[in-house]
């Protein structure tokens, strides 16, 4: 019996972060995606984002950004219904966080890896979703206590 990859939907914190640091905790989510161990997903907003942050901060970093994209065999998934977004507005008042989460539940992800804390991760009432929610290191102990990763 074949096991199915881990769907995991990368906010644009955690694009960035993964093109900022080539040790940190996203680095190892693009390195476990082009294994196939993983499949990493991202919506067109975020990738526009992440795109245009990089060009302004790093913009030396467009190939790093350009190459993680590629050999982590990362998805860029549709863009999110109205009834999504409409969701998602509910749950998120800042409206750039509430798009990026409706790419990710358009995107029917097993977890939403992210770095904000001020929007998704230390909310007060946690966010209701079908899928997990943290930062890529929580994702990262999570699969070390289901499978061995070094």
Do not use: C
């Amino acid at each position: 019996m074949t096991r199915k990859n881990l769907r995991v939907f990368l906010d644009t914190s955690a694009l960035f972060s993964a093109v900022f640091s080539s040790s940190g905790g996203a680095r190892k989510l693009f390195l476990l995606g082009e294994a196939e161990l993983l499949d990493l997903l991202i919506g067109p907003n975020v990738l526009r984002e992440a795109d245009e942050i990089v060009r302004r901060k790093i913009p030396a970093s467009l190939p790093t950004l350009a190459h993680l994209l590629e050999t982590g065999k990362v998805l860029v998934t549709s863009a999110p219904t109205k009834n999504q977004i409409e969701s998602a507005k509910k749950m998120v008042a800042y409206l750039p966080d509430a798009y990026v989460l409706a790419e990710a539940i358009a995107s029917a992800p097993d977890w939403f890896v992210t770095h904000d804390k001020e929007h998704f991760l230390n909310v007060k009432q946690p966010l209701v979703l079908p899928f997990e929610i943290g930062t890529p290191g929580d994702l990262l102990q999570k699969l070390k206590g289901d499978f061995y990763l070094p």
